[in-house]
């Protein structure tokens, strides 16, 4: 079973920039998860998919990122205009919730730093 | 504001050594997950813990839930060096989404 997909696996931009990245779930899993995280710290939640629905973006910064998640699979998270304190890894997970288990899974990552 | 605190944060410990790994909550949640973090990769899930009372294992790593008190335990046995990692709890009390603990480094010198 093929894991949780991101691209690209690195970024560089400068600020003002914008960046955006791309997620691929796992086949069947409903539920797709975007977090930040920066170096030392756990990995904070920007927003939660059900499907193709929004559940959960009360820790995304709306006014420079936004998500999307078409026809309910593959994710695309973006950032207009970066800022320094953007650069951080930026992880996608997913999960399906079975017999009380919402085990999460993460993908690769995206490293981004912005200069 | 729900809070997941691990303690220690800093672990250092030498080969063949045992320490236990402390994971406290601050809501009731009889759903709690443990990942494994290697520098500069995503997130391994190691354990599973679903119900009070719940115990899993997979070599040298044990991993324990008290629902009552809030509390999760992740135990190592011997320490080997393949054991260093950044280990993160992370509890679901609502079934819908993951609330990180703090993460433990753990060192192991040999």
């Known amino acids: 079973e093929a894991g949780v997909a991101q691209s690209p696996r690195y970024k560089i931009i400068e600020k003002r920039q914008s960046v955006a990245f791309w997620c691929n779930p796992i086949?069947?899993?409903?539920?797709l998860y975007w977090y930040q995280q920066i170096l030392g710290q756990g990995p904070k939640l920007l927003i939660q998919?059900?499907?193709?629905?929004?559940?959960?973006d009360s820790q995304l910064p709306k006014d420079r990122f936004s998500a999307e998640r078409l026809k309910g699979v593959d994710s695309t998270l973006k950032i207009q205009p970066a800022k320094l304190e953007d650069s951080a890894v930026y992880l996608c997970?997913?999960?399906?919730?079975?017999?009380?288990?919402?085990?999460?899974?993460f993908g690769p990552g995206t490293r981004l730093t912005v200069l | 504001e729900l809070k997941v605190e691990q303690n220690p944060l800093f672990l250092s410990m030498q080969e063949g050594k045992n320490y236990t790994i402390y994971c406290n909550y601050s809501?009731?949640?009889?759903?709690l997950y443990w990942y494994r973090q290697d520098p500069g990769k995503s997130l391994e899930s190691l354990f599973v813990?679903?119900?009070?009372?719940a115990v899993k294992q997979e070599g040298r790593l044990m991993a324990s839930l008290d629902t009552k008190a809030r509390l999760s335990t992740l135990h190592i046995t011997a320490a080997v060096h393949d054991l260093s990692a950044t280990y993160f709890c992370?509890?679901?009390?609502?079934?819908?989404?993951?609330?990180f603990g703090t993460g433990t480094s753990l060192t192991v010198i040999p």
């Open positions: 997970a997913s999960s399906i919730f079975w017999r009380d288990n919402n085990e999460q899974f």
């Open positions: 086949s069947g899993h409903a539920t």
């Open positions: 998919f059900q499907n193709n629905g929004v559940v959960d």
């Open positions: 809501t009731t949640s009889d759903r």
């Open positions: 813990l679903l119900s009070n009372g």
């Open positions: 992370a509890v679901d009390p609502f079934g819908n989404q993951f609330y």
